[in-house]
């Protein structure tokens, strides 16, 4: 199945427009600061988690007819929400025409979320959008906490690209 190639700037857009508050966190996030990683295909967000910010949220997810990423469907399944049950979620893997994207409520290392999230995160230019990227210690801490074999890789970049930066 072939899904629709990532516009992280049309995402951010529509998030922005709509004044969501949002961490961009993962491989993006790290790619965005400069860490020689392998593309990344999908774009991971961590929401703020109260009402207002999940109603504007909701409004978002109609506007880019996100639906259920699923293996089998490239246009994925349709989903009813709204900020209550997007408040309830631990994480949603969506699609929608701009790509995919997923959003982690609660992400490995930082269970505090968004507001833990943002007060080390930096600003970076999406092509005409401005947006919140988790810190590279904070994605470090991420990686290295959820182990994988691709998270270990990314840990060990992450680690050589920050040595650099010092």
Do not use: W
């Not at 109260?50 to 504007?56: A, K, T």
């Not at 949220?57 to 990423?69: F, G, K, P, Q, Y």
């Not at 969506?94 to 409520?105: N, S």
């Not at 959008?129 to 210690?137: G, N, R, T, W």
Request: aromatic fraction near 4%; charged fraction near 30%.
């Amino acid at each position: 199945m072939k899904r629709p190639e990532l516009s992280a700037e049309h995402i951010f857009a529509a998030l922005n427009h709509h004044r969501v508050d949002y961490v961009v966190i993962g491989a993006f996030a790290a790619i965005a600061q400069g860490v020689p990683l392998e593309a990344t295909h999908d774009v991971d967000l961590t929401p703020r988690r109260d009402s207002e910010n999940m109603r504007r949220l909701s409004t978002v997810l109609d506007e880019l007819e996100a639906r259920i990423r699923v293996d089998d469907l490239e246009d994925g399944l349709p989903f009813d929400h709204d900020a209550a049950s997007l408040a309830a979620m631990a994480m949603l893997n969506l699609t929608c025409t701009a790509g995919d994207f997923d959003l982690v409520f609660s992400p490995a290392a930082s269970p505090g979320g968004f507001d833990e999230l943002v007060e080390s995160s930096v600003q970076i230019r999406v092509g005409e959008e401005v947006v919140a990227v988790a810190s590279l210690e904070d994605i470090l801490r991420s990686k290295e906490e959820v182990g994988r074999e691709k998270d270990v890789r990314a840990a060990v970049a992450i680690r050589t690209h920050m040595r650099g930066q010092q």
